[in-house]
């Protein structure tokens, strides 16, 4: 569904990206991790069009998508959140859900039905009159997820919609992605929180310094020595083997 | 807006009562303020539809009027043609000259104050242009000919202009109203909100923000024609003068920014504290000093302007929060 060939994007002297090549297939769920500053949102505002990339392909259902603007990247259907949450503040949940839903309609009444039915999905039916200002740091990365969701996705970037969140918290938003998966909709996701990864992805790739360093089953990656050691240091992954 | 509805017998009052208004007022003087005030509340709702709602400012809200303006008046000074259709070709103009602007500035990416100087810097160079070409009669100006008549947009009572005006500003209301409740007023404002957010949610915000400023020129340039057929003289000065640019958003400031009365209520307070302060204050330059008194005293204790304020008081929660900050760090 997406693939993605030896991208990279330079800062100056700094490679954020370096020559990544990876794969989203159809109904998967596919996570991204990697140290703080390793490059993943950089590669996930270069998928959605946000910034432009050096050098490299990006493929979306088999057409190259590369130099498309966010818009129209999202008409296509893949579409972003954002890892700082980005509400539209002076508005209603349901009216910040709306604009999602008008990617599809242009109908006021779908519009907010549609909307209303995101709302159930993700657990803000009761929000959904209160100001998106007013709304906890869950209620923030839920409501990204709405809107995203409420364009009809067929691929959802997700950039760290559980940082910040409690456990309980993480456990429910879990639940909504699976389930938003369940409906058909395929997921690629950053996250640092551990445990979800696990639970959720199909696939993990893990990227250090720019460069993919591991590709697998979440378990498989979690006993890579190379990622052990891109995330504790140096000489850990012997250290942990000694110590077992 | 669901409120707005609610109030909608009040409304339809208030428009009966503005229609029969000058059945019972006699005076000349009440209606010309009125006509002011109806033409302020035009044209500021014409910037409250790219400034309120689009969250784009700009400074330079003239530029659509005085180029209206020049339309349809060289039409009718050179060729004769009726201000009736002209004013349908200062529209275009209007939007076209939008189009330019929007275009160039938009797609380079000006947002806020970068955005604002450079309409204020379009609305200088059309000034400019108008001065030193010939077409538009130069420093001279255009002396239109009074000869009443609606095919010429000119009457012979200021109840036939009060009339001209009360229409134009039930148009832009109409507009705004419909803007309220649309899938493009919509984007818009989650373009105001947040352009990125707007953006990945598949909003074309260039095309968004090039339509809102293209209404804009729209009525600005209809504005144009009813003030050269109401004072039948146009010169660079009066056509694109910083005053009218600066009044179009303050009166929509001070109504409230994105709503639907704001322009109105903010040319009816201003035009009134002016006429009273005027009325009343007769050392000269005083009552300009007592206006912008009045002016810093709305702006600084009410930053949502009077309707904002009167809606906080209604209704708490779901504020429209323009001033609020928002962090908007790139990650």
């Given at each position: 569904m997406l693939r993605v060939n030896n991208l990279t994007k330079k800062?100056?002297?700094?490679?954020?990206?370096?020559?990544?090549?990876?794969?989203?297939?159809?109904k998967e769920i596919v996570s991204l991790i990697g140290p703080n500053g390793a490059g993943k949102t950089t590669l996930f505002a270069m998928v959605a069009g946000f910034l432009k990339a050096d050098e490299g392909e990006i493929n979306f259902e088999n057409a190259s998508i590369v130099g498309m603007k966010p818009h129209q990247i999202c008409q296509r259907g893949m579409v972003r959140t954002f890892q700082i949450t980005q509400p539209f503040a002076g508005l209603t949940t349901l009216q910040n859900i709306m604009v999602g839903a008008y990617s599809n309609t242009a109908q006021t009444n779908s519009a907010r039905k549609k909307a209303e039915e995101?709302?159930?999905v993700v657990g803000m039916t009761s929000l959904l009159s209160q100001g998106a200002d007013g709304l906890t740091v869950a209620g923030r990365?839920?409501?990204?997820l709405a809107r995203a969701l409420a364009t009809d996705p067929k691929l959802l970037l997700l950039d760290e919609v559980m940082a910040g969140l409690n456990p309980a918290e993480i456990d429910e938003i879990v639940k909504v992605i699976k389930g938003i998966r369940d409906r058909g909709v395929t997921i690629f996701l950053i996250e640092h929180v551990m445990k979800a990864v696990m639970n959720l992805s199909d696939r993990t790739y893990v990227l250090n310094d720019g460069k993919l360093i591991a590709s697998g089953t979440p378990s498989s990656v979690a006993e890579n020595p190379q990622v052990i050691e891109a995330y504790l240091g140096h000489g850990a992954a012997e250290a942990m083997a000694e110590g077992a | 807006m669901s409120n707005l509805r609610r109030h909608l017998s009040f409304l339809v009052l208030g428009a009966i009562g503005l229609v029969v208004l000058p059945y019972f007022i006699t005076s000349r003087f009440y209606i010309d303020v009125?006509?002011?005030?109806f033409f302020t509340a035009y044209l500021g709702q014409s910037w409250n539809i790219l400034g309120g709602y689009a969250g784009q400012f700009s400074f330079g809200g003239v530029m659509f009027f005085g180029t209206g303006a020049y339309v349809s008046s060289i039409l009718l000074t050179t060729f004769g043609f009726p201000p009736i259709f002209g004013i349908f070709l200062a529209i275009l103009g209007g939007a076209f000259l939008g189009l330019i602007v929007g275009y160039m500035s938009f797609r380079s990416g000006l947002k806020g104050s970068y955005f604002a100087l450079i309409t204020l810097a379009f609305a200088e160079l059309l000034r400019v242009l108008a001065n030193s070409v010939e077409f538009t009669g130069g420093g001279v100006g255009l002396f239109l000919t009074y000869a009443p008549g609606l095919s010429n947009l000119q009457f012979e009572t200021p109840v036939g202009f009060y009339y001209f005006a009360l229409v134009l500003m039930f148009i832009s209301i109409a507009i705004v109203y419909w803007l309220e409740g649309s899938r493009f007023g919509a984007q818009l404002v989650a373009i105001r909100e947040n352009e990125d957010a707007a953006e990945a949610l598949g909003i074309d915000t260039l095309r968004c923000k090039i339509y809102a400023i293209m209404?804009?020129?729209?009525?600005?340039?209809?504005?144009g024609t009813f003030y050269s057929q109401k004072y039948l003289y146009l010169d660079p000065p009066i056509a694109y003068s910083i005053h009218l640019s600066v009044e179009m958003l303050l009166v929509t400031i001070v109504g409230g920014m994105g709503t639907i009365f704001g322009p109105l209520v903010g040319a009816f307070v201003l035009h009134t504290v002016n006429e009273v302060a005027r009325h009343f204050i007769d050392t000269p330059g005083l009552s300009l000093i007592v206006y912008g008194l009045i002016l810093i005293i709305i702006i600084g204790y009410l930053p949502n302007g009077l309707i904002g304020a009167f809606k906080k008081k209604e209704k708490k929660s779901g504020s429209n929060s323009l001033d609020?900050?928002?962090?908007?760090?790139e990650s």
């Open positions: 800062f100056g002297g700094l490679v954020a990206v370096s020559s990544v090549d990876l794969e989203v297939n159809e995101v709302a159930e990365k839920r409501l990204e | 009125l006509t002011l005030i209404i804009m020129g729209a009525m600005g340039g209809a504005a609020k900050k928002r962090s908007r760090e």
